[in-house]
């Protein structure tokens, strides 16, 4: 199985007694309200998923990240991992000092070694990481709702996340043991932030016939997420059903990541591969338009991406896929001849569309079994 990123699984739990010794000792450390989106980091730190991080970064690597997009050993890096607090939290912290991170709940699950302050600018790190200060766009939008001083420092975990969805939240090490135990060597990493349609199944199995490809690893990002998205238990109810009934259990398996969703055209496609490399995935499929929202990015610049950065994942490129009514199938341009007439799009604004307005989803682009879960109440976030 492919190595993690760096050449080593980075993690950083601590231990049960100590981590008990830690919690019984809350009081007397001083505590830190991160945003949602580094809550996530901040684990996915710990178990290993953003290897060789050990930490939240410094300045010198953020400045590297985002004006060179490269970690300060070399390494390809395309998204800022860093904590940013307000003034008034800032403040209250010192460089030396072991802080508690909490959760959404206020809860304390993560210890950070403060090793450093400095202040962003959130406008250079918005035009350089998404392309834009537009605030239309979610996570820009985001990132002028935080603060603008960073903390940076090794994290040590002390418990793991309580998520919505935990059931098939894997750690890189769980999930190369799973992987392991089903004989795989090179698995193919399928990213997704919607429910499935026949699109979606079609990359997947053409991925599957692959000689050089043991297994699939499908794992939507299930954790913070834009309004309109749909609700991270949606996902991964209709991925389970269709899962389960039209694949072999011994050649894919469904994991979910809880991160915040990055909406950064290509640069989050690099990122997401980097991430899924240290799951033990070898290969990562790429299709249009891929972490992109509005039209910010070029639908096939994370085709591109690959080409100049080598981040040792190969990557499955797609071109947009669709049904063709006289082809009678899922196809692509590459192998249907016909008009744009004879398609029908299997664009996620186009079911969301219908489900709003009370419509059924052609059979042509989504399973039935899903289409049912979509036509649910309350499956959209508001």
């Known amino acids: 199985?492919?190595?993690?990123?760096?050449?080593?699984?980075?993690?950083?739990?601590?231990?049960?007694?100590?981590a008990e010794r830690i919690l019984s000792q809350k009081d007397e450390f001083k505590h830190i309200r991160a945003p949602e989106e580094q809550v996530y980091d901040a684990e996915k730190i710990g178990i290993g998923a953003y290897s060789p991080l050990e930490g939240?970064?410094?300045?010198?690597?953020?400045?590297?990240?985002?004006n060179k997009n490269r970690l300060s050993n070399g390494l390809p890096w395309t998204i800022p991992i860093v904590l940013l607090l307000d003034e008034s939290q800032a403040d209250k912290i010192e460089v030396s000092d072991q802080v508690l991170v909490e959760d959404t709940k206020r809860y304390?699950?993560?210890?950070?070694?403060?090793?450093?302050?400095?202040?962003?600018?959130r406008s250079e790190m918005a035009e350089k990481v998404y392309g834009t200060t537009d605030t239309?766009?979610?996570?820009?939008?985001?990132?002028?709702?935080?603060?603008e001083f960073a903390i940076a420092g090794k994290i040590t975990l002390i418990r793991r996340l309580s998520l919505p969805v935990s059931k098939h939240e894997l750690s890189p090490r769980e999930a190369r043991e799973r992987f392991s135990s089903l004989g795989w060597k090179t698995i193919a990493a399928y990213q997704a932030r919607n429910p499935p349609h026949l699109a979606h199944e079609y990359i997947q199995r053409i991925t599957l016939e692959r000689e050089d490809v043991d297994g699939l690893f499908i794992q939507p990002i299930v954790g913070k997420l834009k309004k309109?998205?749909?609700?991270?238990?949606?996902i991964m109810?209709?991925?389970?059903?269709?899962?389960?009934?039209?694949?072999?259990?011994?050649?894919?398996?469904?994991?979910?990541?809880?991160?915040?969703m990055r909406y950064a055209g290509p640069k989050a496609v690099l990122f997401y591969a980097i991430v899924r490399r240290n799951y033990g995935c070898s290969h990562y499929i790429v299709g249009r338009d891929q972490a992109g929202v509005g039209n910010y990015y070029d639908p096939y610049a994370g085709h591109r991406i690959f080409d100049e950065y080598d981040v040792g994942v190969k990557p499955v490129r797609y071109n947009e896929t669709f049904y063709c009514r006289i082809c009678e199938s899922m196809v692509s341009s590459k192998v249907c001849p016909h008009?744009?007439?004879a398609h029908i799009s299997t664009s996620q604004t186009r079911i969301r569309k219908l489900l709003l307005e009370g419509k059924p989803i052609p059979k042509e682009i989504i399973r039935p079994e899903v289409a049912e879960i979509l036509a649910g109440k309350d499956v959209i976030l508001n």
């Open 56 to 66: 939240f970064m410094g300045e010198d690597e953020y400045e590297k990240v985002i």
């Open 1 to 18: 199985m492919i190595e993690p990123y760096g050449g080593k699984l980075v993690e950083r739990i601590a231990n049960q007694k100590e």
């Open 228 to 234: 309109g998205d749909y609700r991270p238990e949606i």
């Open 108 to 121: 304390p699950f993560a210890l950070l070694e403060v090793e450093q302050k400095y202040k962003i600018n």
């Open 339 to 341: 008009p744009e007439e």
């Open 237 to 260: 109810r209709a991925y389970e059903v269709f899962v389960d009934k039209y694949y072999p259990s011994n050649r894919v398996t469904l994991g979910s990541l809880s991160i915040s």
């Open 136 to 147: 239309a766009h979610p996570n820009v939008a985001d990132l002028y709702s935080m603060g």
